[in-house]
């Protein structure tokens, strides 16, 4: 009698790494079981000052709700349509989707977490391709990600003696012609639109009833969206802190930002809490550090940062406003950000000498 036999389904990748991840929790618990419940604690003390302090009891946490109120209330007052318009010229020069540069425009004006929950959907009604979704993702994270962090450095670039408007105009509205031809090269499939392939983005909504919508969609924003991505990110940098590696990488950042003639205080502080209080901060210091390491911190905090926005806000709210995976919207922020690291270099060095008065 012949035996039949049996086809063994392999074992997939991910259940050979648990059975890894099991032996090495066994492991740790049988010889340092305290150490687990350490890294826990290092996780939670790293993450909840960011949650709670920042993320719920700061003014951080009700500029967010306002800031999609006011993006809701300019869109419905026709700002998008106009801006489409104003834009569609820029665009047909760039070969591109006007759309791409609606995100940079509502992050400068109000918040980047109103930025990708409504410029998002806009790129989608435009018909945008994907490859333009990402050169949008990668033009707005060169522009500053709260409105109040531009007010702030503008007090700070004027007390060092720059010359604000020729920082501002490089720094904030260059970028806007000079990423999406750079960012091009990158994400190819992008295409010019005319005027009539354009959808009316001004909603109907009566202004009071969008009014209260919006700040329910900006609490929303907040809750399910910002303070879980402050978990994860900040909650990762303390496990990485308990087991030392995170100090490395602290230290490669200063350095990095000393040799770019940036504060390596307040570029730290725009990197990993928020460039709103870096600039607030800067306040008390810009008149007596070299004038290059302000101008090159303002240019660094107009940015996407902190790191939370990168690794987790942006993939969260771009995948679930502008229909992509979170990966797919990661990767554009984290070239555009390093785009914007090393541009802050660039003026700080190169130009420094000639924005000062």
């Known amino acids: 009698m012949s035996t039949i036999k049996k086809d063994v389904k392999p074992m997939p990748k991910m259940t050979k790494i648990g059975f890894l991840v099991f032996a090495l929790c066994m492991f740790g618990l049988f010889y340092a079981p305290n150490n687990l419940n350490e890294g826990f604690n290092a996780m939670v003390s790293k993450a909840h000052p960011i949650v709670i302090d920042v993320g719920i009891l700061s003014t951080m946490s009700v500029s967010i709700v306002i ?5 809701r209330f300019l869109e419905r007052l026709g700002f998008t349509d106009a801006m489409m318009r104003l834009f569609l010229p820029i665009g047909k020069l760039l070969n591109v989707n006007c759309a791409i540069l609606i ?7 109000g918040d980047i977490n109103a930025a990708g929950r409504i410029a998002g959907p806009i790129l989608v009604r435009s018909n945008a391709t994907k490859d333009e979704k990402k050169l949008a993702i ?21 007390l060092c003696g720059a010359k ?11 970028p806007l012609l000079i990423c999406p031809a750079i960012g091009r090269l990158i ?6 639109v005319e005027l009539d392939e354009l959808p009316n983005f001004t909603p109907a909504t009566p202004i009071l009833n969008g009014l ?34 995170w100090q490395y990488f602290n230290n490669a ?16 502080l725009s990197i990993m809490a928020s460039p709103t209080l870096a ?8 008149a007596n550090i070299n004038p290059k390491w302000v101008i090159g911190s303002f240019v660094m905090a107009a940015s996407g940062f902190p790191l939370s926005v990168i690794f987790g806000q942006i993939p969260i709210i771009w995948a679930e406003s502008c229909e992509m995976q979170p990966s797919e919207a990661l990767w554009p922020a984290v070239i555009g950000i390093v785009f914007r690291i090393l541009t802050a270099g660039f003026v700080a060095t190169v130009l420094g000498g000639l924005l000062l008065n």
């Open 138 to 158: 990668f033009t707005m994270v060169q522009s500053e990600q709260s409105f109040s962090t531009f007010m702030l450095g503008l007090g700070c670039l004027t």
């Open 164 to 174: 604000v408007f020729a920082v501002v105009v490089i720094a904030i509205f260059a």
């Open 67 to 71: 800031s999609v109120i006011m993006g």
């Open 279 to 286: 600039m607030l901060n800067l306040q008390n210091t810009a």
């Open 253 to 268: 950042l200063v350095s990095l930002l000393t040799l770019l003639n940036i504060d390596p205080e307040t570029g730290l």
């Open 187 to 192: 994400w190819k499939n992008c295409k010019a």
């Open 212 to 245: 209260f919508a919006s700040g329910q969609e900006g609490m929303g924003v907040l809750l399910n969206l910002v303070l879980p991505a402050f978990a994860v990110v900040f909650g990762i940098i303390g496990l990485l802190d308990y087991m030392g590696i």
């Open 103 to 109: 995100p940079a425009i509502y992050n400068i004006l």
